[in-house]
């Protein structure tokens, strides 16, 4: 089986969020399976700079709309097989993938990532110029949107499916790009492209996909309703039974505490110690007070009402009585962050607060913390939850989408039967949220309840083979393989 698998961004050469990591992990765990997957990504600096060979596949000079471009291959450093788009004149910029460096989107973006979709549609058509031809196309969320238009007028067309990774972002544009883009005419329509007037990515790649997956199980159910369908909960709840919610793995083998290479002090399940020397270190270089025995929070995210920290800023006074301590890692919102810098200057022992991307930081911080602090008011999968679990960092999380499908509430009758590995909140409160955490609190401060729950945490199996395997079957259903969708 053959998949093209297109994606805006893919770590570690290109990263903003979750989709980087997945489109890092998941090809590899699928060719590990016996799927041949090769990826399609722009090019931007950061890729081109990163990439191994400039090995051209493909000239595009003549896509009508589109200045011209070539296909260059690479492999990745697990073996992936790694197709880039080369086009200076929309690529090459400084910035990120989707804004300048004053976080303002890109004027051209219908452009940018029109072409992503035009030569995955290339690539997945009966005119492809490759000797490769892929039996399916796999596009991920908005900005791979657009390819089910293409392949829907395109001869020998392979069938796509798409992956909602989070239903928020959406790529809604003027309907003036329709002609730009030289989409069909015709798929400017109720079915079709169109949403409420504009072009939007998005609804093309729901409308056109054979089958539609998202990020986690509980999520794929909620976004068929009004609360987080963002205007699209009609398509979905019209193909629910096309729709298959699957949980993220991590990289087991980028985030294993035995081998970090960020870490000054490795440390497992069995071999605790580790653990406590690097919150020694941690309080150390963020300039908190050194305290063994007091719980230390922690926050690695973007500050964003999205993520609920809005709730745990308001009530850090009342956490820091207990006592417990607080590191925030993360940026967004300015209000959010201003937030989370004065209440580190005001209690400068007690909460620390960084406010950058920093990888190497994020993993230490998830070594040395004792409770992970993720209130997201609606998360599609999250990834946080899987890395403080494999880290002894039980999380305290609100009871939505993949958070609610990864992580089980700590009670006496969790603890007993061996599955409880967090704390479970419901209904979006400060209070509620202040109640979790100190349920986890009391748990810390049993010591032999939460040395049971981190060897839970640490002990539950978070790689990438399973979600594989449901991904393939996903694939085999879309192709119509009903017998080797049985089979497997």
Known sequence: MKVLFVTSEIAPLIKTGGLADVSGALPAALRAIGVDVRVLVPGYPQVLAQIASNEVLATFSDLPGFPPSRLLFSTLHNGVPLMVIDCPVLYQREGGPYADAYGHDW???????????????????????????????????????????????????????ITIHNLAFQGNFDSENVALLHLPP???????????????????????????????????????????????????????????GILNGIDTDEWDPETDKHLAFHFSSQRMVGKAKNKRALQEQMGLQVQADVPLLA????????????????????????????VVLGSGEKQMQDEALALAARYPDKVAA?????????????????????????????LNQFYSQRYGTPPVVHSTGGLADSVV???????????????????MTADNLYAAIMRAVMVYCNEAQWKQLRKLC??????????ARAYRRVYLKALGRAVEFAQD
């Not at 798929?187 to 056109?208: P, Q, T, V, W």
């Not at 700590?410 to 419901?426: E, I, K, M, Y």
């Open 458 to 467: 640490m002990n539950k199996d978070f790689s990438w083979e399973t979600s």
């Open 354 to 382: 960084m406010i950058v991307f920093d990888e190497g930081l994020s993993h230490q911080i998830e070594a040395a913390a004792d409770m992970f602090i993720m209130p997201s008011r609606f998360e599609p999968c999250g």
């Open 409 to 427: 509430d700590c009670t006496p009758q969790t603890l007993r039967d061996g599955t409880a590995s967090g704390f479970v909140f419901s209904g």
């Open 107 to 161: 004027s051209d973006n219908p452009l940018r990532f029109g072409l992503l979709c035009r030569v995955a549609s290339i690539l997945g058509c009966g005119g492809t110029p490759l000797s490769w031809h892929p039996d399916l196309v796999h596009g991920n969320d908005w900005q791979a949107g657009l390819t089910g238009a293409y392949l829907s007028v395109a001869k020998e067309a392979a069938p796509n499916i």
């Open 299 to 326: 926050v690695v995210s973007r500050l964003t009402h999205q993520k609920g920290l809005d709730l745990l800023l308001e009530i850090v006074p009342r956490l820091l009585d207990i006592p417990v301590q607080l």
């Open 186 to 244: 015709e798929s400017f329509a109720i079915d079709g492209i169109e949403f409420y007037g504009k072009m939007s990515f998005l609804k093309g790649g729901l409308y056109y996909a054979k089958h539609i997956t998202t990020v986690s199980p509980n999520y794929a159910r909620e976004i068929q309703h009004v609360e987080l369908g963002f205007g699209m909960q009609g398509l979905l709840q019209a193909r629910s039974r096309d729709i298959t």
